[in-house]
C-alpha cells in the first residue's frame, strides 16, 4: 500500500526557512515522482516542485525557483522540500503526491508533472504560515 506523510509545516517570519519532508512507503522509491503541491485558501491546488530520484530530475514553479530546493533520501525513502526566503503569498497547505510514472519533467519542451490530476496518490497535508 502506498503511503505518503507529510511533515514538518508551522508558522515563521517572512524570509525565514522552513523544510518539509515526505516520508514515503509501499513502493519502489525509483520508480515514482514525487511531487509537492500547495493549495492556499480560496485558490486551486498548485504544483510547487517534482522530483524523480531514479534519474535524478527536478522541476519548480517559477514562484519558487530559486528560493526552494527538493531533494530525495533514499535511505529514508523520503523528500524534502527546503524552502527558504519564504514570502507571505507562500502560506498555504503543502500536499506530497506520487505517481508511477517516467519522468518529472522534460526541460527540452518545458514540461513538466504539475497538475494534481496527473499523481495518483496523496499524503495528508502540512499548513506553512508565513507572517510579514
Known amino acids: 500500500e502506498v503511503q505518503l506523510q507529510a511533515s514538518g509545516g508551522g508558522l515563521v517570519q517572512a524570509g525565514g526557512s522552513l523544510r518539509l519532508s515526505c516520508e514515503a512507503s509501499?513502493?519502489?522509491?525509483?520508480?515514482?515522482?514525487i511531487g509537492w503541491f500547495r493549495q492556499a485558501p480560496g485558490k486551486e491546488r498548485e504544483g510547487v516542485s517534482c522530483?524523480?530520484?531514479?534519474?535524478?530530475?527536478?522541476w519548480y514553479a517559477e514562484s519558487v525557483k530559486g528560493r526552494f530546493t527538493i531533494s530525495a533520501e533514499h535511505a529514508k525513502t523520503s523528500v524534502n522540500l527546503q524552502m527558504d526566503s519564504l514570502k507571505v503569498e507562500d502560506t498555504a497547505v503543502y500536499y506530497c503526491?506520487?505517481?508511477?510514472?517516467?519522468?518529472?519533467?522534460?526541460?527540452?519542451?518545458?514540461?513538466?508533472?504539475?497538475?494534481?490530476?496527473?499523481?495518483?496518490?496523496w499524503g495528508q497535508g502540512t499548513l506553512v504560515t508565513v507572517s510579514s
Open positions: 503526491a506520487a505517481v508511477e510514472a517516467g519522468l518529472c519533467t522534460v526541460e527540452a519542451v518545458g514540461w513538466a508533472r504539475a497538475r494534481p490530476q496527473e499523481y495518483d496518490y
Open positions: 509501499g513502493f519502489t522509491f525509483d520508480d515514482y515522482t
Open positions: 522530483i524523480k530520484s531514479g534519474d535524478g530530475s527536478t
